[in-house]
């Protein structure tokens, strides 16, 4: 089945600067690759996504990057502000199938005011 | 996310005791899905459904069952087989098979502790 990885697992940065999360994955099927942020005791919440058409999409200060060849993908925060801090998740799956989610092991973001 | 609830928001078992996880949705979404979540981990798939009176085993499914008659309702049962149950468990859905459904929509949540 899919496995995805995630790193870093925790990490910090000034108010201001960006924030960068990396994602692998195994399955060469998958071609669906949404990023979630979840909150203490909420639930997750879907920030951006993309499919494997596209190598790049962009919502404001958020943008998701995927290379195809190496199975990576990546989540980048711009001038991130204190009320991005929360923990993100990265995730895989296939179109078709079970469809469901394979997610990563998440990344803990504080953003230092 | 606001089509999806899920009760109770705390839920307590006993040794030995099987409970119900509530799961219903208004958005129209053929699939469904339950995954676990325990502290400081990702999401991991326990059951999924693609449509009515079907539904697949996740990745870890021992010790749960479901049930899928109705497209709104997706309940979890928690049995006793599972011998450590304790974790945050979430409802999810989307369009399912159809074109373009792949985004899925969580529910609140049901942390469940063992008393």
């Given at each position: 089945?899919?496995?995805?990885?995630?790193?870093?697992?925790?990490?910090s940065?000034?108010?201001?600067?960006?924030?960068v999360?990396?994602?692998?994955?195994?399955?060469?099927?998958?071609n669906?690759?949404?990023?979630?942020k979840q909150?203490?005791?909420?639930?997750?919440?879907?920030?951006?996504d993309?499919?494997?058409?596209v190598?790049?999409?962009?919502?404001?200060?958020?943008a998701?990057t995927?290379n195809?060849?190496?199975?990576?993908?990546?989540l980048?925060?711009?001038?991130?502000?204190?009320e991005?801090?929360?923990?993100?998740?990265?995730?895989?799956s296939?179109?078709?199938?079970?469809?469901?989610?394979?997610f990563?092991?998440?990344?803990?973001?504080?953003?230092?005011? | 996310?606001?089509?999806?609830?899920?009760?109770?928001?705390?839920?307590?078992?006993?040794e030995?005791?099987?409970v119900?996880?509530?799961?219903?949705?208004?958005?129209?979404?053929?699939?469904?899905?339950?995954?676990?979540q325990?502290?400081?981990?990702?999401?991991r798939?326990?059951?999924?459904?693609?449509?009515?009176?079907?539904?697949?085993?996740?990745?870890?499914?021992?010790?749960?069952?479901?049930?899928?008659?109705?497209?709104?309702?997706?309940?979890?049962?928690?049995?006793?087989?599972?011998k450590?149950p304790?974790?945050?468990?979430?409802?999810?859905?989307?369009?399912?098979?159809?074109?373009?459904?792949?985004?899925?929509?969580?529910?609140?949540g049901?942390?469940?502790?063992?008393?």
């Amino acid at each position: 089945g899919e496995n995805v990885e995630q790193h870093p697992s925790t990490l910090s940065v000034q108010e201001g600067d960006s924030a960068v999360i990396k994602c692998t994955y195994s399955d060469s099927a998958s071609n669906y690759f949404p990023w979630y942020k979840q909150e203490l005791g909420k639930r997750p919440q879907l920030i951006i996504d993309i499919r494997s058409n596209v190598g790049e999409k962009k919502d404001q200060r958020i943008a998701v990057t995927l290379n195809k060849t190496a199975k990576h993908f990546s989540l980048h925060i711009t001038e991130t502000q204190p009320e991005d801090s929360a923990v993100y998740f990265c995730a895989a799956s296939m179109g078709t199938g079970r469809r469901a989610l394979t997610f990563g092991s998440g990344t803990r973001l504080q953003v230092q005011p | 996310d606001g089509g999806i609830t899920q009760s109770p928001k705390y839920l307590f078992r006993k040794e030995g005791q099987n409970v119900t996880l509530s799961c219903e949705q208004n958005l129209n979404h053929d699939a469904m899905y339950w995954y676990r979540q325990d502290p400081g981990q990702g999401l991991r798939l326990i059951y999924y459904s693609q449509i009515v009176n079907d539904f697949q085993k996740g990745d870890i499914a021992e010790g749960y069952s479901v049930s899928r008659e109705k497209k709104e309702s997706f309940p979890l049962t928690v049995t006793s087989a599972q011998k450590n149950p304790t974790a945050f468990y979430l409802c999810a859905s989307n369009k399912g098979l159809a074109g373009g459904g792949e985004t899925q929509y969580f529910g609140p949540g049901t942390r469940l502790l063992v008393l």
